[in-house]
């Protein structure tokens, strides 16, 4: 998945330059081993998706044109939404210059938080309470777990959320929300 901060017309060229890249490369890249990784999320509105060069652009609340390169499992559930649906950007900052998505949420789309596992293996999410508002914080109780086969879908009605390869650990620092959230990688 790329990160590109670019006008429409350099989005297109990015995408394509992803395309014609190394994808198998970047797609075999571990998962970052740090858990303190900072994540964070960008807010905005889907404006386009491009079915044929599997990229995705958004508009940020900010006024930015941000776009993404993404396998076509995750482009043809993102398919499901319209140009102008709000939409967040889960990411992780894995190095200076390279951000790596978690997952694309789209709010109110659903009554409940809804999650999709388009990581393409069998995942599994973990939930626990918020405390005082907040995720990721000591003292949030018991800590559910449910095992998502790859395209399967998951409700999760705790407050946050996180998801591992199975066997692996991660701590809940996801806010969950109402609506459907596209699972696209997991970190640890």
């Known amino acids: 998945m790329a990160w590109l901060r670019?006008?429409?017309r350099g989005v297109v060229v990015m995408l394509l330059a992803d395309l014609v890249g190394a994808p198998a490369a970047r797609a075999a890249a571990p998962a970052s081993p740090d858990p303190a990784?900072?994540?964070?999320?960008?807010?905005?509105?889907?404006?386009?998706?491009?079915?044929s060069g599997n990229g995705i652009v958004m508009r940020s609340d900010a006024g930015e044109s941000l776009g993404w390169h993404f396998d076509p499992r995750v482009i043809a559930e993102a398919?499901?939404?319209?140009?102008?649906d709000p939409m967040i950007v889960i990411y992780?900052?894995?190095?200076?210059?390279?951000?790596?998505v978690t997952?694309?949420?789209?709010?109110?789309s659903a009554a409940t938080p809804i999650y999709v596992n388009t990581t393409g293996s069998r995942i599994?999410?973990?939930?626990?309470?918020?405390?005082?508002g907040a995720c990721g914080r000591p003292g949030t109780g018991p800590v559910?777990?449910?095992t998502i086969p790859s395209g399967g879908v998951a409700e999760v009605v705790?407050?946050?959320w996180c998801c591992a390869a199975p066997g692996e650990t991660c701590t809940p620092g996801n806010k969950s929300g109402l609506g459907r959230a596209l699972l696209v990688q997991c970190f640890k």
Not at 79 to 84: N, V
Not at 92 to 100: A, D, G, L
């Open 79 to 84: 398919a499901r939404f319209k140009p102008g």
């Open 92 to 100: 992780r900052q894995t190095s200076p210059n390279e951000k790596r």
């Open 6 to 8: 670019t006008g429409a």
């Open 158 to 160: 705790e407050a946050c």
């Open 144 to 146: 559910s777990e449910y």
């Open 103 to 108: 997952a694309l949420a789209f709010p109110g």
């Open 124 to 132: 599994v999410v973990r939930s626990s309470a918020a405390v005082d």
């Open 37 to 51: 990784v900072p994540h964070k999320s960008v807010y905005g509105k889907l404006a386009s998706i491009d079915k």
